[in-house]
């Protein structure tokens, strides 16, 4: 399974960006996908996750400014963010887990300038 993640960026505190991430190569829907993010200096963490009958879960800290997403038959999952702040500055990276195994996806940098 590869996963390819694109659509971060740079944003000014307050805005909004949309990373999306594709799954090739699953053979099926059936898995849960994520975005998990590390700032410099800190471990990884989860910052939402998404089933494949659509039960979501977010960290705390984006609970109500962040969606998560997906499109089965794309494959995709979409992290909508809003309201972002410059605590949010990361590399975010794709999950998917699927039979007991994760892979991850390349990195994207989310920089939220104050």
């Known amino acids: 399974v590869q996963l390819q993640a694109s659509g971060g960026g740079l944003v000014q505190a307050g805005g909004s960006l949309r990373p999306s991430c594709v799954a090739i190569g699953s053979g099926s829907v059936n898995y849960v996908m994520g975005w998990y993010r590390q700032a410099p200096g800190r471990d990884r963490e989860l910052v939402a996750s998404?089933?494949?009958?659509?039960?979501?879960n977010y960290a705390d800290s984006v609970n109500v400014r962040f969606t998560i997403s997906r499109d089965n038959a794309k494959n995709t999952v979409y992290l909508q963010m809003n309201s972002l702040k410059p605590e949010d500055t990361a590399v975010y990276y794709c999950?998917?887990?699927?039979?007991?195994?994760?892979?991850w996806g390349k990195g994207t940098q989310v920089t939220v300038s104050s």
């Open positions: 999950n998917l887990q699927q039979r007991g195994m994760a892979y």
């Open positions: 998404i089933s494949t009958r659509g039960t979501t």
